[in-house]
């Protein structure tokens, strides 16, 4: 059975993709994907009621 992820993860992986980057090469040591987080966060803190946003942020990764 496939694991279903994180949101977080989902959102950093469709950027990745948007823009043309690979989500699993490995970049400063981890999965290209990370290195959106940052960004991911800022837009769902925005766009999130404040208790949705912690248990999203929550889930990890």
């Known amino acids: 059975m496939k694991k279903v992820k994180p949101?977080?993860?989902l959102a950093a992986r469709a950027?990745?993709?948007s823009r043309g980057l690979p989500e699993n090469t490995k970049f400063e040591?981890?999965?290209m994907w990370e290195s959106q987080l940052e960004e991911v966060d800022v837009v769902l803190k925005a766009?999130?009621?404040p208790e949705e946003?912690?248990?999203v942020r929550r889930e990890g990764p």
């Open 7 to 9: 949101p977080r993860e």
């Open 15 to 17: 950027l990745c993709s």
């Open 29 to 31: 040591g981890r999965p």
């Open 47 to 49: 766009a999130l009621p």
């Open 53 to 55: 946003w912690e248990r």
